[in-house]
């Protein structure tokens, strides 16, 4: 069973920034999603091992994704942040594929997820 454990998430200013980090050994494809009261979870952003990225298009331009293979680490750098970004984010990762997915049944293993809340 593989554990994905995140950290960072909290309270940030509109325009302000936070940096997300999930622990996760030895895996292939990363990506974080977020989740919003009431609404479908939503790809965020995904890295391969050799560090070929994704985002999504509300992200695009304010989010940077990264890993750390030394340290078994991916981080989400989160910029400009908006209202709209306040969601749970969870970290996610792909055993299967070696192309980037975007969907959740892309992913076989979840973290437990991490508030963001962004005040206007």
């Known amino acids: 069973q593989v554990q994905l454990v995140e950290s960072g998430g909290g309270l940030a200013q509109t325009g302000g920034s936070l940096r997300l980090s999930c622990a996760a050994p030895g895996l292939y494809i990363m990506a974080w999603f977020r989740q919003a009261p009431g609404k479908e979870r939503e790809f965020v952003a995904a890295v391969t091992r050799t560090g070929d990225t994704a985002y999504g298009d509300s992200v695009w331009g304010r989010f940077i994704i990264s890993r750390d293979n030394a340290k078994n680490t991916v981080y989400l750098q989160m910029n400009s942040l908006k209202p709209e970004d306040t969601a749970v984010y969870y970290c996610?990762?792909?055993?299967?594929?070696?192309?980037?997915?975007?969907?959740?049944?892309?992913?076989?293993?979840w973290g437990q997820g991490t508030q963001v809340t962004v005040s206007s």
């Open positions: 996610a990762a792909d055993l299967r594929h070696l192309g980037i997915g975007r969907l959740e049944s892309d992913y076989d293993y």
